[in-house]
């Protein structure tokens, strides 16, 4: 189950019209955490982001998986939109099981070569280099035209103030 807290900022991610990618990776931030607490393990940082964007859709954020999705991927994603809305309880013994599993994961991999700025870091260049410009360059300008005034004028600040100075 998700906190409330994660559940909450993806609705407010969902009221001011970020997309479904967005307001999932409230879920996907969560997890992360989960990972680097030691709450449970992940194989790899694929796999984390992937327990989070589950919850996402479970959760009723309409995240659809990637047209190059393999066909469990896309399988799984279709179960986890299906039990959007349903609050039936999971069983504890598959809660147990599901658990355990993540946990001897973590035993092989430790949490900060799975979940750390670097991993991520990786895994997001990986991800982007598979994208277009195109599709790169609209989901910039659709960030920046949700951002709001305040949120540009605090970017355009940080680029000012990161920018190489000559």
Not at 96 to 111: D, E, F, H, V
Not at 147 to 161: D, Q, S, T
Request: positive net charge.
């Amino acid at each position: 189950m998700p906190e409330k807290k994660t559940t909450a900022r993806a609705a407010k991610a969902k009221r001011e019209g970020k997309s479904a990618s967005t307001q999932a990776g409230e879920f996907v931030r969560e997890e992360i955490e989960h990972v680097r607490e030691g709450k449970h393990g992940a194989k790899s940082t694929k796999q984390a982001i992937a327990i989070g964007l589950s919850k996402a859709r479970r959760a009723g954020v309409d995240a659809k998986p990637s047209k190059t999705a393999s066909k469990a991927t896309k399988k799984k994603a279709a179960q986890d939109s299906a039990k959007a809305g349903t609050a039936k309880e999971p069983s504890a013994t598959r809660s147990r099981g599901a658990k355990k599993a993540l946990k001897t994961a973590s035993k092989k991999t430790p949490a900060k070569k799975v979940a750390s700025k670097q991993a991520l870091s990786t895994q997001a260049k990986k991800a982007a280099s598979k994208r277009t410009a195109a599709s790169r360059s609209a989901a910039a300008k659709k960030a920046a035209k949700t951002k709001g005034a305040a949120g540009r004028k605090a970017a355009a600040k940080k680029a000012a103030r990161t920018r190489k100075q000559d």
